[in-house]
């Protein structure tokens, strides 16, 4: 059973069709890197997914589960709405850490949000939040940031913050891992430190789905590239296929520009 699936997602601003029927699945611990110029609809599809764009029709399936049918207009209550976006995690290009809370804070503070929802919180409350620090402390320690735990966003470089969001991002362990281009905001010298925390996910079989304009990077981690324009898939299939042997001309011209 795919552990994600997207059936005929459209999505429409006003008079614009942004997403013009988009189709395609994937399994557990797979990675798809998606492509395309600006404008094709990248971000927007992640948004869609994710709960923060309400798609104009279509479904999303999540473990077999039917979690976004855009046809439903019934009100989703917000206790079934977190439920659902648990299954995702996702990292912005521009960081999104809140300037105001350190490091660990940072981290730490939407899994506490949702302890709160716990039954026997109160009688818990100690156990709870020493559970959340100390596998916040981990993920931190994974990407090199055990000494930057009582830093705020402001002290860090750009490859730290986004290292931050990306153990914020793991810290609500979910099913798949969406990255929004997130090198594209850091200096070259910088673009490393995350690949290589992406790289190290991969080696985890992390599942997740990487928008980035880093060919190279997409070659040598992505099972699986999709290649989107003016709101379609032109192309899908592995990264020798699309990137080696491109059959549509829309993305050969693409990749010609970008290799």
């Avoid at 990675?31 to 992640?46: E, F, N, P, R, W």
């Avoid at 789905?209 to 590239?225: G, K, L, P, S, Y």
């Amino acid at each position: 059973m795919a552990i994600l699936e997207v059936r005929d997602l459209y999505k429409s601003f006003g008079k614009t069709e942004v997403l013009k029927g988009i189709n395609f699945s994937m399994e557990k611990g797979e990675i798809i890197a998606v492509l395309g110029s600006s404008g094709s609809g990248k971000t927007t599809l992640l948004r869609c997914i994710n709960f923060l764009e309400t798609a104009t029709s279509g479904k999303v399936f999540a473990d077999g589960e039917c979690i976004l049918d855009a046809s439903d207009k019934k009100k989703i209550p917000a206790a079934e709405m977190r439920r659902r976006q648990l299954n995702f995690g996702l990292v912005f290009q521009s960081f999104n850490l809140f300037p105001q809370y350190n490091v660990l804070e940072n981290v730490t503070l939407a899994p506490k949000l949702l302890a709160r929802e716990n039954p026997d919180f109160k009688q818990r409350k100690r156990e709870l939040f020493a559970g959340i620090e100390d596998n916040a402390r981990e993920l931190l320690s994974r990407v090199g940031l055990s000494d930057k735990l009582d830093n705020y966003p402001c002290e860090l470089s750009g490859g730290q913050q986004q290292r931050v969001s990306i153990s914020r991002a793991l810290a609500l362990d979910p099913k798949i891992l969406f990255f929004d281009e997130p090198t594209s905001a850091l200096d070259p010298e910088l673009t490393n430190e995350i690949l290589k925390v992406i790289k190290d996910l991969a080696q985890k079989h992390m599942t997740m789905v990487i928008v980035t304009h880093e060919i190279e990077f997409a070659r040598n981690v992505a099972d699986r590239i999709i290649f989107m324009n003016e709101g379609k898939v032109l192309e899908d299939g592995t990264p020798e296929e699309v990137i080696e042997h491109p059959k549509n001309e829309r993305t050969k011209a693409f990749l010609s520009k970008m290799l």
